[in-house]
């Protein structure tokens, strides 16, 4: 008999559908992978299992655990199985956990709940099972607070809390999405060390096929509340019979069309739209005669001609069009007395590099390295504490806003979060034209309409879309008219910050076809910021590798990720999940 | 902590030294003559003069300031002009009826409002919290001396339960005093508890959208337990946020209150000290009551880290 | 009451906003009571039931009655007209008081979050200073050094109000910059004056306005307190506090006088503070579907 049995189970929260029969059986001692992209229903069964859904609404079918069947169960039953029978590990560890009481209270919490046991006999055992989730009592003690441990430890909290009781079914919602690779590795295997020891049932859920493939026994594809396929996951995913899941292994693995023709080609493409472009603009400059912006526009246009994608030394003999001295930031210490700080924080420390026109380059690196920090710095939106920044041989740093005019003309940014990076308030043609400020003559408000346009007719949006509001499109969409606002300008680099960790994965590979068009049609020059490998294989072809706040690594995309030399590239190339590796890997156990 | 509780104690005195020179400047601008109050319209202007020299009037306002402030940190806040004995004398008088109003009426709003609060988020969208909730609007409303009005017609006028007014003096026994209060310390608390119960419960739950709630319900503990183990104290720290700023409006609330009630308080003797323009008085009692506030706000800061380990850290 | 909802910022448009404003009970209720009290206000400038100046002696302590549906007061005026006259005044004491506070602390909470450093501290202790006076004290204190008055009532709650909004446009403001949308505009050149202007305010308008109709209330409650005491508006002006000051005395004999003022202040600031909790409540459906 199954350990977790869902036969046809149906969800609907106000009318609307949630889960469409939904079946799904967990062996003990089996990992299931739930895989699918956001809104496809997977927290939702996990959370109907544990009965936690929302007031409004309602489920149908069975769900049976252990000979009982939950849906049927009340309230008390439900308690007594939660945390006992079943635990649960959640996506966000720095929320997971109360910030008013200590490790030891909220881990021996459930045990003296369910055991009954004494507090004494409970924070035994609390210690005990934190020491086995990686945190000694010797190093951390049960009366430390959530807020002094990092992300990835508050994670080994949680799991500890889920664990306590030796659960028959754990369930992990997305467990290591808010961490970065190393991190995730480090979670994962701590995982399956813990199912193999007890013999547990994992659900577990997630976006990352990969991290679904590198875990589990049996996967369940996801869309759109239904369960498309199941099955053993070497067979699933080699064979790829249901076509969304052959859509959704591609799209994991996708790497942008036009870079993957060899190199030296894309030169001789002639960039077409950029010249169709450079006719729309001239009709626009007929109604401002007084064009001064017709020089920096054919500035771009000649930038974006012959550099293409040179090879990685032939870079160095042009100017490059960013270069980067000794640059340091330094925070201030957090005040831990009336008279004393703590020591300064220092996120970027003495960094140099280079950046050549028209190529893309990624800087990957743990959370927390200071990427973010050094892209700011990049955009003129931080003041560095030592160093300089030059943008085509001129300094940046220390200049007033007024000065920065052109220098902001030339790079603009692409954030992580399509929902936080629009003001709500504001209609799109408001929002894409926003650099246009940074031109000089200002074009008036026909000229305005007719470059927002044409912005968004390049990265796929229509025209119409001008007189929408942010919230009227969906995440992908709005990623497209973030990079609209950030070519507007015709810059001649684009800062991603993150641009495409917070898509999935189909729309990721769209977006990353969008920006590897551009590059080819305008020349411009990216900066990717990713924690993501396969991001930055796809798209990038040089890679800076940061770690506590220095590069330490720097070279060819496939040559650092495939031969890693420093000891933070090496850890983060082991620990990042890879599709292909963990198929192959698949295979090879499951035969 | 310790560098919290100095910054917060740096902050408090601050305030206070600001709210100081707001009191002395204001006053200072209102016309009048203290030693002619004093003396009356008869006094010749040699023994006019002679008592400005005595009071210090005649200094120059720097090192009246400084006399001022000085005296009040020793508790000495001068002499009332109309009454001619020390202003801490009739200070002292006052304040035990006041004070006692005030905190009495404090803990009762609280120990209305928490309870209540919970209750109606605990039951969120259900008969209960929709009865709760619009008794605590109607609470909000209701401007308090006229609730008081309203209470002194029921239970003093026609039920003769209580008196209507007036305070016999703690040296009546101590049960015919509170008796004297109970009216007023319900007329004062029942609109802030309804404040708070509001505040209470709609902390309570945006606590309870929290993930660490759901991590709690995930452990197995029914939704009653996770709301008073977890999710209250988390949300304490808005509502006292609230019970601070309340303070002064019971403080405030006090002045007419007493009114009201005929009660013989600090807010009595201010608006008799205005009429006689002692203006001595004013400024004394206005700043103990300003003390009174800071102090108050200092605990809740206290307090605050009490409840909050993220700020025991710093 | 200062207390900040976690989401102020409707993530959808106006119309959105609009529409779920619309279909909350409270913001309808609360309309209706507010759009109403402000009719008769300004009705009576036109038309009340009686002349409130006119004394008539015979007619005095009447209790309700056809021809004067609330009574009389010890003068023999007409309680009804006295309310409707005296709702004027609340409404301007209040109103003006409101405008006080928002044309102050709102350009300092502003400022203080967009500059932070040295002028933050700045407001903000001035902020500690004011609030460390009892909301009424320092209107006690105001009229005690210029006089009683509707005047300077208006200042001494206008001035109280200013830290309010100080604080609660500060805080909006202060969740508002760290998001991407700000960082965007700076990239694209914009002055921290103009963000402010066309990103900041824009969103915390309706937070502003939530605070407004709160502060709104609360200044019709300290009006009448001031006038219940002597210190507001001074007779033969008709204000509800004054009235009720009038009617306590009376009790014994005319106890409904006391009734009708107060009734009046409470569905005044009880419509004002559904009015709050209807925009409050079409900000964050999060919020509203959790209750």
Not at chain 1, 386 to 401: D, N, V
Request: charged letters at 20%; glycine letters at 8%; a neutral charge.
């Amino acid at each position: 008999m199954s350990l977790l049995a869902i036969e046809n189970l149906s969800l609907s929260i106000d009318e609307t559908p949630i889960l469409k029969a939904v079946d799904l059986s967990i062996e003990p001692g089996e990992v299931l992978g739930l895989v699918g992209e956001s809104g496809s229903g997977k927290s939702m069964t996990a959370l109907a299992v544990m009965r936690l859904l929302p007031d409004a609404a309602k489920a149908r079918g069975s769900i049976r655990f252990d000979g009982t069947d939950l849906l049927k169960a009340d309230e008390a039953a439900m308690c007594r199985l939660r945390g006992d029978d079943i635990g649960m590990v959640f996506q966000e560890p720095m929320t997971a956990l109360n910030p008013v009481k200590t490790i030891g209270e909220q881990v021996a919490e459930g045990i003296r709940w369910h055991a009954g046991a004494s507090r004494a006999e409970a924070e035994q055992r609390a210690a005990r099972m934190l020491d086995r989730v990686g945190l000694p009592s010797q190093k951390f003690p049960l009366s430390r607070y959530p807020h002094q441990l990092s992300g990835g430890q508050r994670q080994r909290v949680v799991i500890a809390i889920a664990c306590a009781l030796k659960p028959k079914l754990l369930i992990a919602d997305e467990p290591t999405t808010a961490l970065d690779v190393v991190l995730q590795a480090q979670i994962l295997e701590l995982l399956r060390e813990l199912v193999a020891e007890s013999r547990m049932g994992l659900l577990l859920i997630s976006h990352d096929l990969a991290v679904v493939t590198e875990m589990s026994d049996r996967i369940a594809v996801m869309r759109g509340g239904e369960i498309l396929e199941t099955g053993e996951t070497a067979k699933t995913l080699s064979a790829q019979v249901h076509p969304y899941t052959r859509q959704l292994a591609l799209a994991s693995m996708h790497v942008p069309a036009g870079r993957r023709i060899s190199s030296s080609l894309e030169g001789k493409v002639p960039p077409k739209a950029a010249e169709g472009i450079a006719e729309g603009w001239r009709g626009a400059g007929k109604t401002t005669p007084e064009s001064g912006f017709e020089s920096w526009r054919t500035a771009a246009r000649t930038a974006s001609g012959p550099s293409g994608h040179l090879p990685f030394e032939g870079g160095e003999d042009v100017t490059p069009l960013l270069s980067v001295e000794n640059l340091r930031k330094d925070y201030p210490g957090a005040r831990i007395s009336l008279f004393s700080k703590q020591k300064p924080f220092c996120a970027v420390d003495d960094v140099s590099f280079t950046l050549a026109p028209g190529r893309s380059t990624a800087l990957v690196g743990r959370s927390g390295c200071g990427k973010s920090t050094l892209a700011r710095l990049v955009l003129a939106l931080e003041r560095p504490s030592g160093g300089t920044i030059r943008l085509e041989g001129e300094e940046i740093t220390g200049k007033s806003e007024a000065e920065l005019l052109p220098a902001r003309r030339a790079v603009q940014i692409v954030f992580q979060d399509p929902y936080g990076s629009f003001d709500p308030r504001h209609r799109v043609e408001r929002l894409v034209a926003e650099p246009l400020g940074l031109l000089r003559p200002a074009p008036d408000r026909a000229a305005r309409r007719e470059l927002v346009a044409e912005a968004l007719h390049q990265v796929g949006m229509k025209p119409d879309d001008m007189q929408k509001y942010p919230h009227e499109f969906s995440g992908g969409q709005r990623q497209r008219l973030s990079i609209a606002r950030a070519i507007i300008t015709r810059p001649k680099l684009v800062v991603a910050d993150e641009a495409v960790s917070a898509l999935d994965v189909s729309i990721r590979a769209q977006i990353l076809d969008l920006f590897s068009e551009l590059n080819r049609t305008l020349g411009v020059a990216y900066l990717f910021i990713t924690h993501d490998l396969t991001v930055a294989r796809a798209i990038t072809d040089e890679v800076l590798v940061m770690h506590e706040g220095r590069i330490v690594e720097r070279g060819q995309t496939a040559a650092v990720l495939d031969h890693p030399r420093s000891e933070a590239a090496r850890a983060l190339v082991a620990a990042a999940p890879d599709l292909r590796r963990a198929i192959a890997t698949k295979m090879r156990e499951q035969g | 902590m310790i560098a919290y509780l100095a910054q917060r104690l740096l902050v408090a005195a601050a305030t206070l030294l600001a709210a100081s020179l707001v009191v002395f400047a204001m006053l200072e601008v209102i016309p009048g003559d203290p030693a002619r109050l004093m003396l009356g319209m008869n006094a010749t202007p040699d023994a006019l003069e002679a008592l400005r020299n005595e009071m210090g009037l005649n200094d120059p306002l720097p090192v009246r300031y400084l006399d001022w402030v000085a005296g009040m940190a020793a508790l000495d806040f001068g002499r009332s002009y109309t009454y001619s004995v020390p202003v801490i004398d009739l200070i002292v008088e006052r304040i035990v009826v006041s004070l006692p109003l005030a905190l009495i009426s404090l803990a009762l709003s609280v120990v209305i409002a928490i309870p209540a609060g919970a209750f109606a988020a605990q039951r969120r969208g259900r008969a209960g919290d929709a009865l709760s909730m619009g008794a605590a609007q109607l609470g909000v409303a209701i401007p308090n001396f006229w609730f008081a009005l309203l209470l002194i017609y029921l239970f003093a006028v026609w039920l003769r339960l209580v008196p209507a007014g007036g305070f016999p003096g703690w040296s009546a026994g101590i049960w015919p005093a509170l008796k004297a209060l109970l009216l007023p310390a319900v007329a004062l608390a029942l609109p802030q508890a309804a404040i708070l119960a509001r505040v209470t419960r709609s902390a309570l739950i945006e606590t309870l959208g929290e993930d660490y709630v759901r991590t709690a319900r995930a452990k197995g503990l029914p939704f009653g337990t996770v709301l008073w183990r977890h999710a209250l104290r988390n949300a304490l720290i808005p509502v006292l946020t609230i019970v601070g700023l309340q303070f002064s409006f019971l403080l405030a609330g006090t002045i007419i209150i007493e009114n009201v009630f005929y009660l013989p308080g600090l807010g009595r003797l201010v608006f008799q000290a205005i009429t006689q323009r002692d203006l001595i008085v004013v400024e004394g009692v206005v700043m103990l009551l300003v003390a009174t506030v800071v102090a108050v706000n200092f605990l809740v800061d206290i307090s605050y880290a009490v409840v909050d380990p993220r700020l025991r850290a710093r | 009451m200062t207390y900040l909802p976690s989401a102020f910022i409707p993530r959808d448009g106006l119309s959105a906003f609009l529409a779920r404003a619309l279909a909350s009970r409270s913001f309808i209720a609360g309309f209706i009571v507010t759009a109403l009290i402000a009719l008769m206000a300004l009705v009576s400038f036109f038309w009340t039931p009686d002349d409130v100046t006119k004394l008539v002696v015979g007619d005095r302590m009447l209790a309700p009655s056809a021809a004067h549906w609330f009574g009389t007061d010890h003068f023999g005026r007409d309680v009804l007209s006295m309310i409707m006259v005296g709702s004027r005044n609340s409404i301007a004491v209040a109103l003006v008081a409101v405008g006080i506070g928002m044309g102050l602390g709102v350009p300092l909470g502003c400022l203080a979050a967009a500059r932070g450093g040295w002028l933050d501290d700045f407001v903000m202790r001035f902020n500690d200073v004011v609030f460390a006076f009892p909301a009424l004290l320092s209107a006690v204190m105001i009229t005690a050094v210029f006089g009683p008055g509707a005047v300077n009532a208006i200042i001494a709650i206008g001035i109280f109000n200013i830290p309010v909004f100080a604080r609660v446009a500060r805080a909006g403001a202060l969740a508002i910059w760290p998001r991407e949308f700000i960082l965007a505009a700076r990239a694209a050149g914009k002055g921290k004056t103009r963000i402010t202007l066309e990103h900041v305010l824009p969103n915390i308008a309706t937070l502003l306005l939530v605070q407004g109709t709160i502060q709104f209330a609360l200044g019709i409650l300290a009006e009448a307190g001031l006038s219940y005491v002597g210190l507001g508006a001074q007779p033969p002006m008709p204000s509800w506090g004054r009235m009720l000051f009038d009617a306590q005395t009376r009790m014994m004999v005319a106890p409904t006088q006391a009734l009708f003022p107060g009734l009046a202040i409470m569905i005044t600031v009880l419509g004002l503070n559904l009015l709050g909790d209807g925009v409050s409540d079409a900000l964050d459906p999060k919020l509203r579907r959790r209750r």
